[in-house]
């Protein structure tokens, strides 16, 4: 036979139109969840050791040695 999905009386896009809110709505709290989570780590010790880490890491990249080689070997 043949498929009869146009027969349902609209509930397709009822169900559909309900699963796209509660995925929205999914994604939201998923997102206010990371971004708590985010907070947290940043005021914990680890949050701001790595804080510090990154910082220094960039110190250091901005005060790059000019294409010269960190180690240099000397005769004599």
Known sequence: MGC????????????????????AEARARAAEAAQKRQEQF??????R???AQMQAAAK???NSNKGEPALKWQMG
Do not use: I, P, V, Y
């Open 42 to 47: 940043e005021q914990s010790a680890a949050g």
């Open 60 to 62: 250091q990249s901005t």
């Open 49 to 51: 050791a790595a804080r």
């Open 4 to 23: 009869f999905c146009c027969f349902d009386g609209g509930n397709n896009e009822q169900r559909k139109e309900e699963e796209r809110l509660a995925s």
